[in-house]
């Protein structure tokens, strides 16, 4: 079955330290790529998302991610992280089967991000 | 503002009880989800519906039950037969295919079964 894997549990990191989180799919076909970010008591957000084109995407709050297509996979970086960056991230993906996408995200297991000033 | 409201926030359920969550959106999408959330698990798809009066099963449907009889709700109801129901539910729309295509999420529900 397809999965999306987030190798990144839990990370700690001080304010101004650099953060890339892993996230890699297993599917041979075409990809929607999504991060999703969820920060303590607040709903599921869009981060960034990847359709096509250049797979450098850049997001909100500083965010980037890139898809290297020959690794399947979508880390997301940021250069320097903000105590206000805690949270938890997903990594999520929609298949391409045939002419259209099956209409359905898979997620990863999550990455929590904690930030100390 | 156009969103997606669950209710309601807390949920309590003594075992054996069948117990409805709702999911409410005004955002005029005709996909919607339901997502289960356990810590360390990611969110696990349960049902989705993409059009009126239809629904699929997700990945873990069992001692769960959907309906769809309007395009804006959407309500999930855990039966008795879940085994493992204390758990964070999330709510989602949709638009169809497209490059504004992507989830809206609503604020979840929080099961627990005491």
């Known amino acids: 079955a397809q999965s999306v894997s987030q190798h990144n549990h839990h990370v700690i990191l001080s304010e101004a330290a650099s953060l890339e989180l892993g996230c890699n799919y297993s599917y041979g076909g075409t990809v929607n790529l999504f991060w999703y970010v969820q920060y303590p008591g607040q709903h599921l957000q869009l981060l960034l998302k990847y359709f096509s084109g250049d797979p450098l995407v850049k997001g909100i709050k500083g965010f980037e991610a890139e898809f290297i297509k020959s690794k399947f996979s979508f880390n997301l970086r940021k250069p320097s992280v903000q105590w206000s960056d805690t949270a938890e991230y997903f990594c999520a993906v929609n298949l391409w089967e045939g002419a259209r996408t099956t209409d359905k995200l898979i997620f990863g297991t999550g990455t929590r991000l904690q930030v100390f000033p | 503002d156009g969103g997606i409201t669950q209710s309601p926030k807390y949920l309590f359920r003594k075992e054996g009880q069948n117990v409805t969550l709702s999911c409410e959106q005004n955002?005029?999408?005709?996909?919607m989800y339901w997502y289960r959330q356990d810590p360390g698990q990611g969110l696990r798809l349960i049902y989705y519906s993409q059009i009126v009066n239809d629904f699929q099963k997700g990945d873990i449907a069992e001692g769960y039950s959907v309906s769809r009889e309007k395009k804006e709700s959407f309500p999930l109801t855990v039966t008795s037969a879940q085994k493992n129901p204390t758990a964070f539910y999330l709510c989602?729309?949709?638009?169809?295919?497209?490059?504004?295509?992507?989830?809206?999420f609503g604020s979840g529900t929080r099961l627990t079964v005491v």
């Open positions: 989602a729309s949709s638009i169809p295919q497209g490059t504004n295509y992507g989830y809206t």
């Open positions: 955002l005029n999408h005709d996909a």
